[in-house]
């Protein structure tokens, strides 16, 4: 059984059909890129798998969207604890306005647990696993905004996996980033493939053909072609994706 | 010519936009001309004098213990620093008890001479006569008399603007009158203008925050005289049944009032605050598993804190000027407050009920200037609070 | 990671329930206080709905304030109304177009909008006493229309200001340059294009400080209210009576409050009425303003 399968999902704000009628499986513990032009999508599909769009009014889903076999739009599922499971990371750094430790064990704590020795051993850990730690761990009561745009980058995604989800959602993680930072949030990304399943989307191919096992070209609000990176980038099928990857458009 | 009314109108323009600072100017240049007179009163009423048996060694007394000689609270001068002798007390008015018409005269001509003596004659006695009435060689003492002092004021704690023969202006009741009020007043406010600040900006859907935000609104309207009709019909007479009260115009009946008053306020600036609340904080709360309710008290109130702050300090602000609904359902009793369920007096009540009756120039219109310039303070320090709050809250976002 | 976090089970119920009870209370609260205001109303339009009469609108009050109409606190209150807009609008608009086009963005608006949120925040009473200062005793206007409407004047002049600087701030830049690019000069500019795009939003705002206007009483205490002045005004030097005073003094003091009470009720619904007016007409010009623009 793959990690996250989507059968025939179709989406609508209001009138407009954001997405037709996708459907694709996401195997376990690969990393899977969403590229294609602005508005073609990509993100909304993305913000489907942990329930973000939710949130906005008038918005319809046709279809089901599995993760572990199970469909997260049946009735019954708490949209809570299906965020446990699904991570996810921002466009922009995000941190709360509390001190690094606070945002890092923010997950924890609105999901119950109370033991402090914990919390400070799985904050190290997260620190750690987003290669943070040696750079925070002497001002872990500071305010998160006096990081810099990359090390908050970092941040929330040590954040996001304090909680431990087995699938983290990223929409252009880097995109607000310098190329330095850029590069070591590349560098999480193939660390992290070991625990989670990571869906990215990205503008920049350059970086989905670094940091991703497969790759789906989204235009339109259609899935164009999804196939591992290495065929999308040397050996597309559809003429659609070779003019994209050869920026031809978009 | 284009040039010409260019430039001309730019500074009609300019000009105008210095119209609120001159305006500002202007207040407190009045305010305090005439408040400040208050201190160079004299404590007696002006063109009396405090008559002396010569053999009496007190020369001097403040206005708060000419009050309780004359109010026959104190009875003996040696309370007052002076010798063990009964004190007697004697005022134009009582003339008519030791002299008859005829020796009085028909013009009081002869009434000088003959209190001069009488209070010669009583070594504990002590006058209140017209200065002019005293003849220059009746060898009597005359309480020297002072300015009323800043401490008196400030200190005082008995407001008694007409009183004879030395009017009491101790603010201190006043002072604490008014922040009481304010203070239960946003105590009421507080829970109901959050609450109804978090719904209308979190949870409330469109449709209700439409049907809210005139509620809000009109609420805002009410003329004040309303509220305080509202209040003083219904309010009143409620307190008094369910307290069991002497009498239902309170303190408490002035801080319902004045919640009502403040809501809109600290809603308005609250819901504001809350609304400015980055989508992308309230996302990755959402997004680790928080519940909306666990986002708002852990996210969205922290971080829009201070402008729920400034709210909560514009309302206290609007409660402590507040005036008419004020004036007409506490009670106006000019004293220390002992409890909030007893009538009591604020300042802004107290310059709207006695200014009225006031002797344009006199030393209680003066007090009554400077109790507007106390109040122009409190409000002016509420707003500098205001300013710094959401200029560091800029500075935070930026 | 090792040691992947147990989550106590029920924890996702247990906080589903404690937010359904904050919003329930939130909601609660909420409700509680539209109950206020339609209590506020309601009382006030029920009681005073048998007032109201055409004699009761159009009568001078008699026999001592207990019989009687209250037209001449009806024509005192629209007479402030008018003096205070005279006084306050032009200076109002103007000082908002010097702080949105003119003035430097630096110190200097920084100081005026202190000072404007600063005399916004002064209490009426204080504006009552300034005003009898200044322009009842020092200008020598004594008790008079004149002094009542500069210090209402003076008072609203705040809230004007901020709507326009606010409305004017709404405007695109780019308007402003495309105009300036084709010859015009700034003030032509503001004159012709920035104004009558603002102006809705102005309208909006200047009816709004007119309801304020209208139901303050301190400010007039002593610079124009009569407690009893049958005949019309004459000229702006007289006194005038006025709505929201004629209110205070019928339900606090009078000859006989039982019998004064009616028209206490009549007058307090007159007010609630122009205060009702003003604000659906504030709100009804915003949506027309709104759909106009949303269709160009």
Redesign the interface.
């Known amino acids: 059984m793959e990690k996250i399968e989507a059968r025939d999902v179709n989406f609508h704000y209001g009138s407009f059909h954001a997405l037709k009628g996708i459907s694709m499986e996401i195997p376990r513990n690969k990393v899977v890129a969403f590229i294609g032009p602005s508005g073609c999508g990509k993100s909304t599909f993305l913000r489907l798998f942990n329930r973000m769009n939710d949130l906005i009014p008038g918005a319809r889903l046709d279809g089901e969207i599995l993760i572990d076999g199970k469909n997260i739009y049946a009735p019954g599922v708490q949209v809570d604890e299906l965020r446990k499971e699904v991570g996810m990371v921002f466009q922009r750094p995000n941190p709360f306005p509390k001190s690094i430790f606070d945002n890092v064990a923010y997950g924890l704590r609105v999901n119950g647990i109370r033991d402090k020795a914990f919390i400070t051993h799985r904050v190290e850990e997260a620190l750690k696993g987003a290669a943070l730690w040696n750079e925070v761990k002497d001002k872990l009561n500071d305010s998160a905004f006096a990081l810099s745009g990359g090390q908050q980058q970092r941040l929330c995604i040590a954040r996001a996996m304090a909680v431990s989800p087995s699938v983290l959602l990223m929409d252009e993680p880097a995109s607000a980033l310098d190329p330095i930072s850029t590069a070591k949030v590349e560098e999480l990304i193939c660390e992290l493939r070991k625990e989670v399943t990571i869906v990215i989307v990205t503008h920049n191919m350059q970086q989905a053909s670094r940091v991703s096992d497969k790759t789906a070209f989204f235009y339109m609000g259609e899935m164009v072609e999804y196939d591992d990176t290495k065929v999308i980038f040397t050996n597309p099928r559809k003429e659609a994706t070779q003019n994209y990857i050869t920026g031809r458009f978009g | 010519m284009?040039r010409f009314?260019?430039k001309a109108?730019?500074w009609?323009?300019?000009a105008?936009?210095?119209?609120?600072?001159i305006?500002?100017l202007?207040?407190i240049g009045?305010?305090f001309t005439?408040g400040a007179g208050l201190f160079r009163e004299p404590v007696i009423e002006e063109g009396y004098v405090l008559a002396l048996n010569s053999e009496n060694p007190v020369r001097e007394l403040n206005a708060a213990e000419i009050k309780a000689v004359f109010d026959e609270d104190v009875t003996n001068w040696k309370e007052l620093g002076g010798a063990d002798m009964p004190i007697s007390t004697f005022r134009l008015e009582d003339a008519d008890e030791h002299f008859s018409e005829e020796q009085l005269g028909a013009q009081y001509e002869n009434a000088g001479a003959l209190i001069s003596g009488l209070v010669a004659a009583n070594p504990g006695m002590v006058a209140f006569v017209p200065e002019s009435m005293i003849p220059e060689d009746s060898g009597l003492n005359f309480i020297k008399d002072s300015s009323i002092s800043p401490g008196e004021v400030f200190g005082g704690s008995e407001w008694f603007p007409t009183a004879t023969p030395a009017p009491l202006f101790g603010m201190l009741p006043l002072l604490l009158g008014t922040l009481w009020v304010s203070l239960f007043a946003i105590l009421f406010a507080l829970?109901?203008g959050i609450?109804?600040a978090?719904?209308?900006s979190e949870?409330?859907s469109?449709r209700i925050r439409n049907f809210?935000k005139?509620?809000?609104?009109?609420?805002n309207?009410?003329?004040?005289?309303?509220?305080?009709?509202?209040g003083?019909?219904?309010i009143v007479p409620m307190l008094q049944r369910v307290f069991g009260l002497p009498v239902g115009e309170s303190g408490l009946a002035g801080s319902l009032v004045l919640a009502?008053m403040a809501?809109p306020t600290i809603v308005t600036v609250a819901e504001d605050a809350m609304r400015n609340c980055?989508r992308?904080?309230r996302?990755?709360?959402?997004?680790?598993?928080?519940?909306?309710?666990?986002t708002i008290y852990?996210?969205v109130i922290?971080?829009s804190m201070s402008g729920i702050a400034s709210g909560v300090v514009?309302g206290i602000?609007r409660a402590?000027?507040?005036?008419?609904a004020v004036?007409?359902v506490t009670g106006n009793a000019a004293v220390m407050p002992h409890s909030i369920l007893e009538p009591l007096r604020t300042i802004?009540a107290t310059?709207?009920a006695e200014?009225?009756e006031a002797p344009?120039g006199g030393a209680h219109y003066q007090s009554?200037?400077l109790l507007?310039v106390i109040?122009?303070f409190i409000?002016?320090l509420?707003?500098?609070c205001?300013?710094f709050i959401s200029a560091r809250n800029k500075a935070?976002y930026n | 990671m090792s040691g992947n976090p147990k989550y106590p089970a029920g924890y996702s119920l247990r906080k589903r329930r404690s937010q359904k009870a904050a919003f329930a209370i939130f909601r609660i609260l909420s409700l509680f206080i539209v109950a206020v205001l339609f209590a506020i109303l309601g009382f006030i339009i029920v009681k005073g709905a048998g007032v109201l009469s055409w004699d009761f609108l159009t009568k001078a009050p008699e026999d001592g304030m207990t019989a009687g109409g209250i037209f001449p606190a009806i024509v005192g209150t629209l007479l402030l109304m008018l003096g205070s807009a005279v006084v306050a609008f032009p200076v109002g608009i103007m000082s908002g177009i010097y702080m949105n086009e003119y003035a430097s963005k630096g110190w200097v608006v920084k100081f005026i909008r202190l000072m404007t949120n600063n005399l916004s925040g002064v209490p009426s009473i204080v504006f009552g006493l300034f005003g009898m200062a200044l322009f009842v005793k020092y200008l020598g206007f004594g008790d008079s229309i004149l002094a009542g409407s500069l210090t209402l004047g003076l008072l609203s002049l705040p809230l004007v200001i901020r709507t326009t600087e606010e409305a004017l701030k709404d405007i695109p830049d780019g308007i402003r340059e495309g105009s300036l690019a084709l010859g015009a000069t700034k003030l032509q500019t503001i004159w012709k294009v920035v104004l009558p795009m603002a102006m809705p939003r102005v309208i909006t705002g200047l009816i709004l400080s007119l309801g304020r206007v209208s139901g303050e009483t301190a400010p007039i205490l002593f610079t124009c209210a009569a407690y009893f002045f049958p005949q019309l005004p004459t000229s702006i030097l007289d006194q005038c009576m006025a709505l929201p005073y004629h209110l205070y003094v019928i339900s606090t003091s009078g000859t006989d409050i039982e019998a004064q009470q009616p028209i206490a009720y009549g007058t307090a619904l007159v007010l609630i009425i122009i205060v009702l007016v003003i604000n659906l007409l504030a709100g009804l010009l915003r949506k027309y303003f709104e759909n106009r623009l949303k269709m160009k």
Do not use: D
């Open positions: 284009k009314l260019e109108v730019r009609l323009l300019t105008s936009g210095f119209v609120t600072s305006v500002i202007l207040i009045f305010l005439e829970p109901f609450s109804i978090v719904y209308m949870v409330a469109p809210l005139p509620v809000i609104e009109l609420l309207g009410i003329p004040s005289v309303v509220y305080g009709f509202f003083l019909i219904v009502i809501l980055p992308t904080l996302e990755a709360s959402l997004a680790l598993g928080a519940t909306k309710w666990q852990k996210v922290p971080s514009l602000g402590v000027g507040e005036t008419m004036l007409m802004p310059i709207a200014l009225g344009a009554l200037f507007g109040l122009f409000t002016f509420i707003n500098l205001v300013e935070k």
